[in-house]
């Protein structure tokens, strides 16, 4: 068995999902994405015993193109942050009846396959296939299952749509371009290339594009909170915890090492971009009134210093930026479902017209706030850790880059617990908040513990991730 | 050779099956004589080489571009029989005239002497001329026809200009003689004027910019089968012929020339797409969307590799995703006076399967990965960058990201509106078959592009 | 054995915490007290316990737990460390604390959320440990912030008013701003240094002489003060103290006077070798400490709410206690910070006791006379108020004036300020009481009808407390200092640790006492010679006003930077996003224009086709072969 | 009279009849003057020898063509004046677009133009009937049977077009 | 027998049909009326076929003129159909004014 088991599983399991009916689907897409986890697990084991479980067949011979999954500690790492924030999701979504639920759960795990395989590919070409393969599901998602006005909806997703796909064309330029260069599209290929300054500065402004999109950086953010407030929750958790670190992964493992000259000379430029969008994100983020958008904006910041963290180049940097994508991964799912939760009962996202909840279900108001509380990145939660490394990452190259971004702690907790105050706290308004089931608990049970466990002790994904990311800072310092 | 034969022969029997009233067999028989030809086509049997006196000649890239031709006709012959169902006596007359269109098509590719080229596109467009105005009730079918058949002839005239010119130049019609005299002894420059000529006529016919101005409103006049001919078969035929005329007959590419093409390929892209965008009709969406296609395929004319490879990929990809397209818009606008997109409405919740293709066969179109039009665009960027055009891509790159905003219209129209009427929830079985083999094949050529690419490789 | 023995003085509290989250409820108020209240002492006993260890041996004791972060340059561990400093705090913290939990088993005996209450107290005190001790500077940041998210949550303890969850956020967040100094801190230091460790860290800077002139370690120690100005209210992150008394005394007694708010002490205190590698940055502190002290003192001198003035005073006696770090007399900051969680801790739990007994009155002008009333409450807070006033020889007085020794030595304006700000103290604190406990009764017959001493869980601790501010100068008289020369091994810098007694000294201490007596005596003739009463706040007028309305510096920062953030936040998002957002849609429509325009082209006018077609024919015609 | 005066004389007639039957407003009149000019191009045939080509040329085009238009008007009853007056601008710009492409067209070629002193002149037949016949029927078979094709479909086409419909049954 | 072009040039056979074929397309261009636009059609290929016997003649060789039959079936099979869509439109519309026929556009 190797990695691509995963793959097959995963887009079996659509098909499995979508014939199995609307009234099992749920189940059906559970189960197929829990056996996607144990199978990432087998995986790690096999990874950790020291075997390779990588996969390589040609698929095109001309151009010489290879279905070529790779299996390192940051292919695995993402592998499973994707394959359990989607059992997570879709096991949160329990609460909700969709209808055509067939087709929507399909959409999930056709989604997860996807992101799977942009995390796992290892052949620019699959890489992008799957990477805009991903694109499709979430797009049916939020438009079919979205919420809000329909007109505005359409307008909001089919900009994200275009505004990604948009982006991307332009990194599939880039692959072009590296394909003639290398003759293949092989990532130790293209690593392997010597590319000029110039080359490498219009090939990295490419990638850059496709990335700053989705990831997204300031100012290519705007599809951003208006998507996240439309999707439906569980589109808006997919979105914000997997498919944002599609790009962050990206970065990571192809714009940087490929075109590393350009990333150094223009580092500061991408670093400030990133490190305005952290305090343009927080600053926007006090005035919302609407609590997904809220969230939307903060995850806005947040992953403004994953990036400005990945483009310091530095080890730290880039290990704080996986170990906060994988933090942030949980957190924003847990911040959302929250969000979820009370859209279930009080059918709004209005701040103003949410509050006295903590009154009404101490359980869900205690379990919100830890999840709120690791996404302002209180010391002892995962978030802590990732934070901390970017930020001392930052400091290295330029303390005021850190001072700046380090504001995002001061104004994350304003905002954040503003939401806290005016969502949770307060006198019982008339409305009744139902306490949350064991189902929806369960769901925040596991991220709490996951940003414990790892806030306190990150060391097993540390030593996954390491030897991978010395590797890829080996080849970005190769000049 | 034998295959232009057959193919005009079951044309005849298609004819004379409407005077022994064999009239309900007339599309299976003419389905299951394509199949036979196609069979016949690319078996071994069906020899290489120059015919009758190099009338005709017959290569890989001819085989191959006729395979396509076969399959695609028979894909519109399927649908025929339920089109038309309402004129039931005029059918054959249709089957014959799309099977002459066959070998007209069939002439075009595989022509070793430029009387057999011309006389194949005159009976491509005159079928096509017919088929246009063939509903004669209605004005928009005869205006429709009306407009073809005055600047296609206008265009054949041009043609016939240019083949003049060359034949004065060097005297002779074949193309293995004129092919030696170019790339031997001196000639007179008529012919490169006649070359300019020839191109122009073609590039009037695969609807580039500025001479496109006919397709949309041909496409949106004509009966939807008709607009399927015309926007599938008809200009990759007609796309294909260009390729081999380039190859065959310009000695060098000069980079005037070169220029000529880049300009109006970046046109039909930029033009096509963005005039799309407004449009409510599909047919002319498509018409549209069908120029900017012709931009993309015009791009195979400055590569250097592989150029039959990539025009075939993504000739075939075009086809397959027009075929499923219009297998679903048939179904939909059957009855209907107009063909805007409002009539999509609500479909991807009564018709899931059917919306699915359709969805899947835009997504095509729009160049998204796993269906064959993704592979198409990237074989041919590739190549097109590799030859040294980087604006050119940078402008195809813009132009797909327009172009994905008015397919999304019609995806948006499926899955977010409400229909107002109820459609009739009898899918003919044919329409479903149809427009599921062809996104099977789709998709299959995706997952198996060498397939196609490397087959003139 | 010793390592165990940490972990349960670390994770006693934690269990505690545990147990009254989860199962407090089904428990029921008297297992949760009791659960609660053990769980510190515990802690109490197992610092004991190593208090004597550390006294008999004189060797810190390290506990490493395993790696935690992990950096290219160098790791953090999980790691623990109990010296002497640590020691005491741990100490002070957990006997307090213990007092503090006994305490308020019966003050918060009527409340549905009690067991939510000790589980954050227990909470609090986890992370008060991990504080002190840590073994190295992350360490301690998770329980800076650990102390300020307890701090959090029990100020805004009666969620339900939203004035106190404002008073909640808002200490909150003015501690993140001066966290993030300290993180920026802990980056310079591990930059520099490639540890946090804090032994290491002092190995690294003593042994390495080129530091000093490296200015990055000024900064170093300028962002350490900016995180400790945040959690022990300094200038200008102070305004969060006071409203911070919207949580329940017992909070405010352990938190926001004994424990917590003197972590930026301990916390100056453990680096105190970075400081003094920085000269201008102690002299900062000093200025800031003095500044502090006497802009709280001055404040505190017309407050009404018997809670704000025993805050204000606590904001002012950090001040001294920073004013004494800035002579790097850290040593006299220890014995301040011991002797000031005495008194003020008894002072709070005292006021709570009051307010217990008048069922939540706050508010001096509706109090008086419960001298008789509450005969145990008024004796243990004259003992303490004394000791804060400095008083011959009650702790306080010990404390105090080794402060104001230390700045006579070193600067004589701020000795000057400092005495002032004592002066003051004396008045106000004399203040409090004269309005607390003498004159009349002024508030309704109701309260007058009900009013009686507290239960003794309640005056236990408080006798308990007042005994210690009594006598708690004892561990550091002049000239023959236990606490100086218990500190001597970590501090390990000569000059402060014995004063000689001169007769310089003996003048100052006198001029100390005379001053604290000039307060009291001002308070005297004012409050009980003269019997006012403060007015009601429309008759505030002058510069009372001012102090009143603690200088405006709340609305100052109001304008100054909460303000103008919101409104850049509104104005970003009113028109920034919508520029960004119409900027991308701007294709489209600029696209769509376009369309719109070509649509009329195709007019359907075949002539016009043929046009578009000659020209065509004709431009290709001369650009290949006419040009 | 030369040759070359014969063809002069042939050419203005040819040219002076296209350009009459495109400017005449009579529809009849446009047809008569498209016969002469195409008994004008017969006259160019002649001049070539070609008697052959020259007769069919006749044939069909003057014979069948003109025929089925004049046949097409007269059913139409379109031998009256009653086009609409056109636009300035639509004359303006086919005036422009013939003055442009004449222009072009004819500098192209005669740029283009080779000199050309002495002619090929091998003294064999080329085109009598027999040697017509010969090239027509061997070496351009294959095309000779496509064009029945064309034709065939042009009569489908034509009966297509205007063949009422009948009811299935 | 002597090559008739020695005498007249071939240059003049091809300016006097370029001026045809010009002249065929100002046609196109000038009229509306349908059956006029076909007539100037026939005369662009005329002038089409009377370069092809004269580049006949110029290369001395009989497959300019077959292509001159070709040419002439194609001229005859497009005026049948055109004529018929002609009819048929004569028959909805009362009318052969191509200005008529403006419904397909936008």
Redesign the interface.
């Given at each position: 068995m190797n990695v691509s088991f995963i793959l097959i599983l995963l887009l079996f399991g659509t098909f499995a999902t979508y014939l199995a009916g609307d009234k099992f689907a749920k189940t059906v897409a559970l189960f197929f994405s829990l056996a996607s986890v144990a199978g990432s697990i087998f995986i790690l084991n096999q990874h950790n015993a020291g075997i390779d479980e990588s996969f390589m067949i040609n698929w095109i011979s001309n151009p010489n193109i290879y279905i070529a999954l790779k299996v390192d500690g940051l292919s695995l790492a993402m592998l499973l942050l994707t394959t359990v924030l989607t059992s997570l999701i879709l096991f949160s979504s329990f609460g909700n009846n969709y209808n055509n639920s067939k087709s929507f759960y399909a959409l999930v795990l056709f989604m997860s396959f996807a992101m799977v395989g942009t995390f796992l590919s290892a052949d620019a070409f699959l890489y992008y296939i799957f990477w805009e393969l991903a694109l499709i599901p979430i797009y049916f998602i939020a438009l079919i299952w979205g919420n809000g006005d329909a007109d505005e909806r359409k307008r909001a997703i089919v900009k994200f749509f275009i505004y990604t796909l948009a982006g991307s064309l332009f990194m599939l330029v880039a692959f072009i371009y590296l394909f003639q260069k290398a003759g293949s599209l092989l990532i130790g290929d293209l690593y392997a290339i010597r590319l000029t300054e110039n080359e490498q500065f219009w090939i990295f402004a490419a990638f850059f594009l496709a990335y700053a999109i989705k990831i997204p950086i300031f100012p290519f953010h705007t599809w951003q909170a208006n998507t996240y407030q439309m999707s439906p929750s569980v589109g808006t958790m997919l979105l914000s915890g997997i498919m944002l670190k599609m790009g962050l992964y990206s970065v990571i493992r192809w714009q940087l090492p490929i075109a590393p000259l350009a990333a150094k000379t223009y580092m500061d430029i991408f670093i400030l971009l990133s490190v305005i969008g952290v305090v343009y994100g927080s600053i926007v983020a006090l005035k919302q009134r609407n609590l997904k958008k809220l969230l939307a904006y903060s995850s806005l910041a947040h992953v403004g210093l994953i990036a400005a963290g990945a483009y310091s180049l530095s080890f730290d940097g880039l290990r704080g930026a996986v170990l906060q994508m994988i933090a942030h991964g949980f957190v924003v799912v847990g911040l959302f479902f929250a969000a979820e939760i009370i859209e279930r009962r009080f059918q709004t996202q209005e701040i103003s017209e949410m509050g006295g909840i903590r009154i009404q279900d101490n359980k869900f108001a205690s379990m919100f706030m830890i999840v709120m509380l690791a996404s302002v990145a209180l010391p002892s939660t995962f978030n802590f850790i990732g934070e901390f490394t970017l930020l001392y990452s930052l400091y290295n190259v330029n303390i005021w880059f850190a001072v700046i971004a380090g504001t995002t702690i001061i104004l994350g907790a304003v905002y954040m617990l503003k939401m806290f105050q005016h969502v949770m706290l307060g006198e019982q308004t008339d409305k009744v908040f139902k306490g949350i089931t064991i189902q929806e608990s369960v769901v925040f049970v596991i991220i709490i513990a996951v940003l414990l466990f790892f806030g306190l002790y990150p060391k097993p994904i540390n030593d996954l991730i390491t030897p991978a990311l010395q590797d890829i800072v080996t080849k970005i310092n190769k000049l | 050779m034998n295959t232009l034969i057959a193919i005009s022969g079951l044309g005849i029997l298609s004819l004379l099956a409407e005077i022994f009233n064999g009239r309900k067999a007339i599309v299976p028989i003419t389905i299951i004589g394509l199949l036979a030809i196609l069979g016949y086509n690319i078996s071994p049997y069906n020899h290489l080489g120059t015919f009758y006196n190099n009338m005709m000649f017959v290569d890989k890239f001819s085989v191959a571009f006729t395979s396509l031709f076969i399959v695609v006709t028979i894909f519109l012959i399927a649908l025929s029989h339920e089109f038309y169902k309402e004129q039931a006596t005029k059918i054959s007359d249709y089957v014959a005239i799309k099977v002459f269109l066959l070998a007209g098509a069939v002439a075009m590719v595989s022509f070793g002497n430029l009387s057999m080229f011309f006389l194949g596109i005159e009976v491509l467009s005159i079928s096509l001329y017919v088929l246009a105005a063939s509903n004669r009730l209605n004005l928009r079918s005869n205006e429709a026809g009306m407009k073809y058949f005055l600047m296609g002839s206008f265009a054949s005239g041009i043609i016939l200009f240019g083949i003049c010119l060359l034949y004065g130049a060097t005297g002779s019609f074949d193309l293995m003689n004129m092919y030696q005299i170019t790339h031997s002894v001196n000639y007179p420059q008529w012919y490169y004027i006649g070359i300019i000529f020839l191109v122009i006529g073609m590039l009037f016919k695969i609807a580039t910019v500025p001479f496109h101005f006919w397709a949309p409103d041909v496409y949106e006049g004509s009966p939807a089968l008709t607009t399927a001919t015309m926007s599938t078969l008809a200009k990759i035929v007609a796309m294909a012929a260009l390729y081999k005329i380039s190859i065959l007959l310009i000695p060098t590419q000069t980079y005037s020339f070169q220029m000529i093409i880049v300009c109006v390929a970046i046109a039909s892209m930029i033009v096509g797409n963005i005039m799309a965008l407004r449009q409510n009709n599909v047919k002319r969406m498509f018409a549209f969307s069908g120029i900017s296609h012709a931009g993309f395929m015009l791009m195979v004319l400055l590569i250097l590799n592989n150029s039959a490879g990539v025009l075939l990929y993504y000739a075939t990809a075009y086809a397959v995703a027009g075929i499923a397209f219009f297998a679903v818009v048939l179904y939909v606008t059957k009855g209907k006076d107009n063909e805007t997109i409002d009539l999509f409405n609500g479909f991807g919740k009564t018709h899931p399967l059917l919306a699915a293709v359709l969805t899947a066969s835009l997504l095509s179109m729009a160049g998204i990965p796993i269906l064959s039009g993704f592979f198409a665009k990237f074989f041919l960027l590739n190549q097109v960058l590799l030859s040294g055009w980087t604006v050119l891509v940078i402008v195809a790159i813009i132009s797909s990201i327009i172009s994905v905003g008015y397919y999304f219209k019609i995806i948006l129209a499926m899955y977010t509106k409400d229909s107002e009427k109820d459609l009739p929830n009898n899918i003919p079985f044919i329409y479903q078959v149809v427009a599921i083999l062809a996104l099977v094949i789709n998709i299959g050529l995706g997952l198996y592009p060498s397939i196609v690419y490397n087959l003139l490789g | 054995m010793e390592k165990n023995l940490a972990l349960v003085l670390l994770l006693a509290p934690l269990c505690g915490f545990l147990f009254n989250v989860f199962l407090g409820k089904k428990a029921g108020k008297g297992i949760v007290g009791i659960v609660g209240t053990l769980s510190i002492l515990v802690s109490f006993v197992a610092s004991m316990y190593f208090f004597s260890l550390i006294q008999s041996t004189g060797k810190p004791f390290q506990v490493d737990l395993f790696k935690w972060i992990t950096l290219e340059k160098f790791n953090v561990n999980f790691s623990f460390l109990l010296d002497q400093l640590s020691v005491l705090w741990l100490m002070f913290v957990t006997g307090i604390g213990t007092l503090i939990h006994m305490y308020s088993i019966s003050y918060m005996h009527d409340d549905e959320n009690m067991h939510k209450f000790f589980a954050y107290l227990n909470l609090f005190v986890f992370f008060m440990i991990t504080l002190v001790m840590g073994g190295n500077l992350l360490i301690l940041f998770i329980g800076w912030e650990g102390v300020g998210l307890c701090s959090y949550l029990l100020i805004g303890f009666w969620y339900k008013n939203q004035d106190y969850n404002d008073a909640a956020k808002k200490a909150f967040i003015m501690n993140r701003v001066g966290d993030l100094g300290l993180l920026i801190g802990l980056f310079i230091l591990g930059y520099l240094f490639n540890t946090l460790d804090y032994a290491t860290l002092k190995t690294a800077i003593l042994s390495n002489s080129d530091i000093l002139s490296n200015p990055l370690v000024g900064i170093a120690a300028l962002c350490l003060f900016i995180g400790a100005t945040g959690k022990s209210a300094q200038i200008p992150l102070y305004t969060w103290l006071p409203d911070a008394m919207a949580g329940p005394t017992p909070v405010s007694a352990l938190i926001h006077a004994a424990t917590m708010v003197t972590a930026g002490i301990f916390m100056v205190t453990r680096m105190h070798f970075v400081f003094d590698l920085a000269p201008y940055v102690q002299d900062v502190i000093a200025v800031i400490g003095a500044a502090t002290a006497i802009l709280a003192a001055s404040i505190g001198l017309v407050q009404n709410d018997i809670k704000k003035v025993l805050a204000y005073s606590t904001v002012s006696q950090l001040g001294l206690m920073f004013l004494a770090l800035g002579f790097g007399a850290y040593e006299v900051a220890v014995f301040h910070v011991i002797t000031h969680a005495f008194f003020k801790a008894c002072l709070f739990l005292g006021s709570g006791s009051v307010i217990h007994g008048l069922h939540g009155e706050q508010d001096m002008r509706n109090m008086g006379g419960l001298r008789k009333a509450m005969p145990i409450t008024f004796w243990t807070m004259m003992i303490s108020t004394l000791a804060i006033s400095g008083i011959f020889p009650l702790s306080g007085f010990w404390s105090k004036d080794e402060i104001l020794m230390t700045a006579f030595h070193g600067n004589i304006v701020l000795w000057v300020v400092g005495s002032i700000a004592s002066i003051m103290t004396a008045f106000y604190m004399f203040r409090l009481m004269y309005l607390t406990f003498f004159g009349e009764f002024r508030g309704t017959e109701e309260q007058k009808h009900h009013l009686h001493e507290s239960p003794s869980l309640i005056t236990i601790p408080l006798i308990i407390l007042a005994i210690l501010a009594a006598i708690g100068g004892l561990i550091s008289l002049p000239g023959n200092s236990w606490l100086n020369h218990y500190l001597a091994p970590l501090l390990s810098k000569g000059e402060h640790a014995a004063h000689h007694l001169g007769t310089t000294e003996y003048v100052l201490m006198a001029v100390a006492t005379v001053g604290a007596l000039l307060g009291i005596g001002l308070a005297y003739s004012k409050y009980i010679k003269n019997g006012e009463v403060p007015p009601q706040d429309s008759e505030i007028k002058g510069i009372a006003k001012t102090l009143y309305n603690k200088y405006y510096v709340d609305e100052a920062y109001e304008t100054l930077f909460v303000n103008p953030i919101y409104r850049l936040s509104h104005f970003f998002r009113n028109y920034f996003e919508v520029f960004f957002s119409e900027v991308v849609f701007a294709f489209g429509k600029i696209a769509n224009a376009i369309a719109i325009q070509g649509k009329s082209i195709q007019n359907g006018n075949i002539g016009l086709y043929l046009f578009a077609f000659v020209l065509g024919v004709s431009s290709i015609l001369i650009y290949l072969f006419l040009v | 009279m030369?040759?070359?005066t014969i063809?002069y004389i042939l050419?203005a007639i040819?040219?002076a009849t296209?350009?009459l039957?495109?400017?005449s407003k009579n529809?009849i009149h446009?047809?008569i003057y498209?016969v002469i000019?195409?008994f004008s191009?017969a006259g160019?045939?002649l001049?070539?020898?070609?008697q052959f080509?020259a007769l069919?040329?006749i044939i069909?085009?003057a014979g069948?063509?003109m025929v089925?238009?004049l046949f097409?008007?007269m059913?139409?009853n379109?031998n009256k004046e009653d086009?609409?007056h056109?636009k300035l601008a639509?004359?303006l710009?086919?005036?422009v677009?013939?003055g442009?492409?004449?222009f072009?067209?004819?500098?192209?070629?005669i740029?283009?133009?080779?000199i050309?002193d002495?002619?090929?002149?091998?003294?064999?037949d080329?085109?009598s009937i027999k040697?017509?016949g010969k090239?027509?029927l061997?070496?351009?078979?294959?095309?000779f049977e496509?064009?029945s094709?064309?034709?065939?479909?042009?009569?489908?086409?034509?009966?297509?077009?205007?063949?009422k419909?009948?009811s299935?049954q | 027998m002597q090559n008739i072009l020695q005498q007249i040039g071939i240059e003049n056979y091809i300016y006097l049909s370029v001026i045809l074929f010009c002249i065929g397309i100002f046609g196109v261009l000038y009229r509306r009326n349908a059956i006029i636009m076909f007539m100037s059609i026939e005369i662009m290929l005329n002038a089409v076929n009377l370069l092809f016997v004269a580049f006949s003649t110029f290369h001395q060789d009989a497959q300019g003129q077959v292509f001159v039959f070709f040419s002439m079936a194609v001229a005859a099979a497009e005026v049948a159909v055109g004529l018929a869509i002609l009819v048929s439109i004569f028959r909805n519309l009362s009318s052969i004014d191509i200005d008529n026929l403006k419904n397909l556009k936008g």
């Open positions: - | - | - | 030369s040759l070359l063809f050419s040819t040219i296209a350009f039957t495109i400017i529809p446009s047809a498209l000019s195409f191009i160019h045939y001049l070539f020898n070609a080509l069919v040329h069909v085009y069948a063509i089925l238009f097409t008007i059913l139409m379109l086009e609409p056109k639509t004359k710009a086919a005036a677009s013939f442009l492409v004449c072009v067209m004819l500098a192209v070629f740029k283009a133009m080779p050309i002495t002619y090929k002149q091998t003294g064999q080329f085109q040697v017509l090239v027509l061997n070496e351009y078979m294959v095309p496509f064009a094709v064309l034709l065939l479909v042009a009569m489908i086409g034509a009966v297509l077009l205007s063949k419909e009948k299935i | -």
